[in-house]
């Protein structure tokens, strides 16, 4: 009879114990080792107030590469190391040095075996990081920052009901030959014609940057409606040559990202805020940590409403406006000085 | 006619009674419904405006708490409509309240069933109260809410409108006794007719007429009463409409102000007004969405038409004489400026048909 009280005692202490660890574990705070390239900008900050908007009980690890691919080595050691909850990484070159691509992802400098969350990665299955964005092998999920090819040509044609397109690339350069075989792919489907300008090469990635305005005057001739930019590093240096000469010529130029018009002559684009880039990779952030979703489980995805960024300095030159339909939607930028 | 007896004359008058009751009440019962959407979908129009503004805000990099210059936003919401009370903005997570109209609101918990509300399914959610926290003194109040999604489709909160339903409520009022009084006619009416036929019936003797005369007699005096249902029925729907003006012109006003966002938001960013892209479509699909609204116009400072969807030229009528345009009888007129840095450099207008009821339910 005593030793069965004893025992009683004893297994009322058990469970105690055991509702202990179990209330103790789930008041650890999560560790987020965040691996960043340019210091804190929008989308880290998207992050970051998403995370405490839901109060997440999460501990930030914060490294910033300072734009050096030499520090990222040593970010992969410290994963390793320290095992953190989650690994949050921003912009492809940094994701693509720390966890590698699918294919390199078996050797041993990559298997950093975390579950990962990207941001501000714009093409995750081209640059080899995954095979699909959904059903993918890798323990990785992510929010790519460029809104989908067939979105933003559909953007494009709201704004301005084209007929003929004219892509001008550099194809040497994976990212522009990817997207402009993306718009080809479309043009049947959405009923436009595709006038292609690859621009000729010079030595192995460099094209002939007299060839861009060539390209556009040849574009002109065959009366393209609008020149579509993509993510083209080397016309992106070009964009000024690009978008003087499409101007010239009355034709407005569409661009794949932001900055073309906001700090150059392109007329629109059509994307995803970086902030609300931070703010998503936060909620599949939390889905791991908080539901304990499988990173492979969630579907790496954009955004679903992007914003028209209109440059209203080209927009006067070339005496295209925005529908009305889209105004409350649209960031102006560049407005001339008389407004 | 000989056999006309004392049952036959119950008979009729029970018959007339009943086709006088159906018909006024299936007219009031059209009105009332037209009225009830005209309310509902004015409430929900705004409601929608508010929406997209703070989404397309939010959109542009920043969370619904982050927002800037949202009370003031609040503020034009309670102006431009007299019924509304207050308006806010409460997070979805906390349910805490981050923007209102009434500042002592800010930070105030709403009642947990605005929460289940706005987490349900559909794009709007209505609360008819009379009490609770949000309902000072003694007025009628109804609630209309809908979420606000961020770019992702997460509902981060939701925005809702207290309205007064007294101005609802004395249109009925007044619609009410317009059915009653057009009832009392129509019967008298009827009565009227009755009492010419038994008459005729009765004191036939008394009339030296012959049989033709009297029977052309008896015609005629019944017409004269019988023409005087039509002139009834139309003035009872002249009425109602006459009824329907407060709300006509609440909704007509809510509309104006969507037309003037986005237009003095293009004016403002450098698009020439003569020049703005899309104005006719997205005039036409307000049109669509609000049936009652005939036109909208979009005219410079002098009046000059710009854009135009609808059909303007049915509303209005030139004099002949002085060549001076009319709106006529039967369409409501409304216009608005459109400002840039205070200067008015055109206008938004609208014309509805009052009688939209009329020739579309019967």
């Given at each position: 009879m005593k030793g069965s009280s004893v025992k009683i005692v004893f297994d009322i202490l058990f469970v105690l114990c055991l509702l202990f660890v179990r209330s103790a574990s789930a008041d650890v705070p999560k560790r987020i080792y965040l691996a960043l390239w340019d210091g804190c900008e929008e989308a880290c900050r998207g992050f970051k107030d998403y995370l405490q908007a839901e109060r997440a009980n999460v501990i930030l690890i914060e490294r910033n590469a300072g734009k050096d691919p030499d520090r990222i080595a040593g970010f992969v050691e410290e994963i390793k190391a320290s095992s953190p909850d989650l690994l949050v990484t921003w912009g492809t070159y940094l994701t693509l040095k720390t966890v590698g691509t699918e294919k390199e992802a078996l050797q041993a400098r990559f298997s950093v075996g975390v579950p990962t969350v990207f941001m501000v990665v714009s093409q995750p299955v081209e640059s080899g990081l995954?095979?699909?964005?959904?059903?993918?092998?890798?323990n990785m999920t992510g929010v790519p920052n460029l809104v989908p090819v067939s979105e933003q040509l559909q953007a494009a044609r709201q704004f301005l009901p084209f007929k003929r397109l004219a892509l001008i690339y550099n194809p040497a350069e994976v990212n522009a030959t990817v997207a402009a075989a993306q718009v080809k792919k479309y043009a049947a489907l959405m009923d436009f014609e595709v006038i292609d300008k690859p621009l000729l090469t010079r030595g192995e990635d460099q094209a002939d940057s007299n060839a861009v305005a060539n390209a556009v005057a040849e574009a002109a001739q065959k009366k393209a409606d609008l020149i579509y930019l993509g993510p083209d590093a080397f016309m992106n240096v070009q964009r000024d040559i690009l978008t003087e000469t499409a101007t010239s010529f009355g034709i407005p130029v569409f661009s794949a990202a932001e900055g073309a018009v906001r700090n150059g002559g392109a007329l629109f684009a059509y994307v995803n805020r970086y902030y609300t880039v931070g703010r998503f990779a936060g909620v599949k952030a939390l889905k791991i940590l908080?539901?304990?979703?499988?990173?492979?489980?969630?579907p790496i995805e954009t955004p679903q409403r992007g914003v028209y960024v209109v440059n209203m300095t080209a927009a006067t030159q070339l005496k295209t406006y925005p529908p009305l339909s889209f105004v409350q939607a649209t960031d102006f930028v560049n407005i001339p000085d008389n407004q | 006619m000989r056999s006309f007896s004392f049952f036959h004359a119950v008979g009729l008058c029970a018959l007339w009674c009943i086709a006088v009751l159906i018909y006024v009440g299936r007219a009031f019962v059209m009105y009332d419904i037209a009225v009830t959407g005209l309310n509902e979908t004015r409430a929900k129009a705004a409601l929608s405006g508010l929406r997209t503004f703070l989404q397309s805000e939010m959109d542009k990099g920043s969370d619904l708490i982050q927002l800037g210059g949202i009370r003031d936003r609040l503020l034009l919401f309670v102006r431009q409509d007299?019924?509304?009370?207050s308006v806010l903005v409460f997070d979805?997570?906390?349910?805490?309240?981050?923007?209102?109209?009434?500042?002592?609101?800010?930070?105030t918990p709403v009642p947990e069933k605005w929460r289940q509300k706005c987490d349900g399914q559909g794009t709007f959610f209505l609360e008819d109260n009379?009490?609770?926290?949000?309902?000072?003194?003694?007025k009628e109040k109804r609630i209309i809410g809908t979420p606000i999604y961020n770019a992702f489709n997460e509902k981060t909160g939701c925005v809702v409108a207290e309205y007064r339903s007294d101005t609802l409520t004395t249109v009925r009022n007044r619609m009410a006794e317009t059915s009653f009084a057009t009832t009392l006619k129509l019967l008298l009416i009827g009565l009227a007719c009755l009492l010419s036929v038994i008459a005729s019936v009765r004191f036939?003797?008394?009339?030296?007429?012959?049989k033709k005369e009297k029977a052309v007699a008896v015609s005629l005096l019944l017409l004269a009463f019988l023409s005087l249902i039509p002139m009834t029925l139309g003035n009872m729907k002249s009425v109602f409409e006459s009824d329907m003006k407060p709300v006509i012109s609440g909704k007509a006003k809510i509309i104006l102000s969507l037309l003037r966002e986005p237009t003095e938001k293009a004016v403002a960013a450098g698009v020439p007004l003569a020049d703005i892209n899309g104005a006719e479509s997205f005039f036409e699909q307000i049109r669509k969405n609000n049936p009652e609204i005939l036109f909208v116009l979009l005219t410079d400072k002098s009046g000059r038409v710009l854009h135009e969807a609808g059909s303007a030229a049915e509303a209005f009528f030139a004099d002949k004489l002085t060549g001076k345009v009319s709106l006529r009888e039967g369409y409501f007129s409304a216009a608005e400026p459109v400002r840039l840095n205070e200067d008015t450099v055109g206008w938004i207008q609208i014309g509805v048909n009052e009688r939209f009821v009329r020739e579309n339910r019967f």
């Open positions: 995954v095979s699909a964005l959904v059903s993918q092998g890798r908080r539901n304990k979703v499988p990173a492979y489980d969630i | 007299s019924d509304v009370e979805n997570r906390t349910g805490k309240i981050l923007f209102g109209s009434q500042s002592l609101q800010t930070g009379q009490d609770g926290p949000f309902f000072e003194g003694k036939r003797e008394k009339f030296p007429l012959k």
